[in-house]
T-cell receptor, first 113, second 116 residues
Framework: GQQLNQSPQSMFIQEGEDVSMNCTSSSIFNTWLWYKQDPGEGPVLLIALYKAGELTSNGRLTAQFGITRKDSFLNISASIPSDVGIYFCAGQPLGQGAQKLVFGQGTRLTINP | DADVTQTPRNRITKTGKRIMLECSQTKGHDRMYWYRQDPGLGLRLIYYSFDVKDINKGEISDGYSVSRQAQAKFSLSLESAIPNQTALYFC???????????????FGPGTRLLVL
């Protein structure tokens, strides 16, 4: 089935650093979603993007829907310890229904104090 | 209070046993989903339901069955559990009324299942 390429797979950073991760696809998507998953919990929606070129912020988080509709990035500024977790991108392929949400494999973020 | 709840949160069972995982939601959404998460593989769709009378297979439905008892309830059953069904299981919901703008799925806290 379709897959998203999410990178990097893991990141080890110092507290206060900025973080950047991205997802790419070989096909066009009409929705991009970014989730965060804490240990033992379900994914929590961070940002939803519905239009090509859309740039959306949620506090220290910023995400963009790529112009080509085949990619998206998530940036975290001035990281803090509670940012630790796994970040997932998810996309809805063009012409597919909501059940066709495709997930990336996740980026595991570790922060050294 | 959580909008999407799952019970149990943790379950240990033996090979061959039948078990049921339950999901309830108070979001008023019409669409519900069951996913499985394995390390390094992300989330994979098992079954989904767009309303009470609608049940559809997802990417990995073999060995599983579901029941949509009401708009707010969607249960997942393993008829005869096997060790490779050990995984994290997540329920999710979405609202079809938002599909024109962009439909977003909201997840429950998950059930950790261990099949011995």
């Amino acid at each position: 089935g379709q897959q998203l390429n999410q990178s990097p797979q893991s990141m080890f950073i110092q507290e206060g650093e900025d973080v950047s991760m991205n997802c790419t696809s070989s096909s066009i998507f009409n929705t991009w979603l970014w989730y965060k998953q804490d240990p033992g919990e379900g994914p929590v929606l961070l940002i939803a993007l519905y239009k090509a070129g859309e740039l959306t912020s949620n506090g220290r988080l910023t995400a963009q829907f790529g112009i080509t509709r085949k990619d998206s990035f998530l940036n975290i500024s001035a990281s803090i310890p509670s940012d630790v977790g796994i970040y997932f991108c998810a996309g809805q392929p063009l012409g597919q229904g909501a059940q066709k949400l495709v997930f990336g494999q996740g980026t595991r973020l570790t922060i050294n104090p | 209070d959580a909008d999407v709840t799952q019970t149990p949160r943790n379950r240990i069972t033996k090979t061959g046993k039948r078990i049921m995982l339950e999901c309830s939601q108070t979001k008023g959404h019409d669409r519900m989903y069951w996913y499985r998460q394995d390390p390094g593989l992300g989330l994979r769709l098992i079954y989904y339901s767009f309303d009470v009378k609608d049940i559809n297979k997802g990417e990995i439905s073999d060995g599983y069955s579901v029941s949509r008892q009401a708009q707010a309830k969607f249960s997942l059953s393993l008829e005869s559990a096997i060790p490779n069904q050990t995984a994290l299981y997540f329920c999710a919901t979405s609202d079809s009324m938002t599909s024109g703008v962009g439909e977003t799925q909201y997840f429950g806290p998950g059930t950790r299942l261990l099949v011995l």
